[in-house]
């Protein structure tokens, strides 16, 4: 499986911003999806994610209520619009893939980068 994300880019506080991936190859609709960032000189850390089975999602704190993930099940392609924009929000973004509902993720992407002026 490759995961390819893009549609990062520069925007001032208060833009919006869609991230999109790409899943190919062998690829399930129980595969649950998710987004997480990296800051410099800060850790990776878990924004939002979908599942497979139901489409449940879960987003971190910090972007409930700006964030939204969906996915395109019939084109293995999932997205990240991002609403309200900050400069904290400024990151690597790293879309991944799970197997099933639990556990580590699979597989992840290159990353795409998200910068925020203010």
């Known amino acids: 499986v490759q995961l390819q994300a893009s549609g990062g880019g520069l925007v001032q506080a208060g833009g919006s911003l869609r991230l999109s991936c790409i899943a190919s190859?062998?690829?399930?609709?129980?595969?649950?999806m998710g987004w997480f960032r990296q800051a410099p000189g800060k850790e990776r850390e878990f924004v939002a994610a979908?599942?497979?089975?139901?489409?449940?999602?879960n987003y971190a704190d910090s972007v409930k209520g700006r964030f939204t993930i969906s996915r395109d099940g019939a084109k293995s392609t999932f997205y990240l619009q991002m609403n309200s924009l900050k400069p904290e929000d400024t990151a690597v973004y790293y879309c991944?893939?799970?197997?099933?509902?639990?556990?580590?993720?699979?597989?992840w992407g290159r990353g795409t980068l998200v910068t925020v002026s203010s």
């Open positions: 190859g062998r690829t399930f609709s129980s595969d649950a």
């Open positions: 979908i599942s497979g089975t139901y489409g449940t999602t």
């Open positions: 991944a893939l799970r197997r099933g509902a639990r556990g580590p993720y699979d597989y």
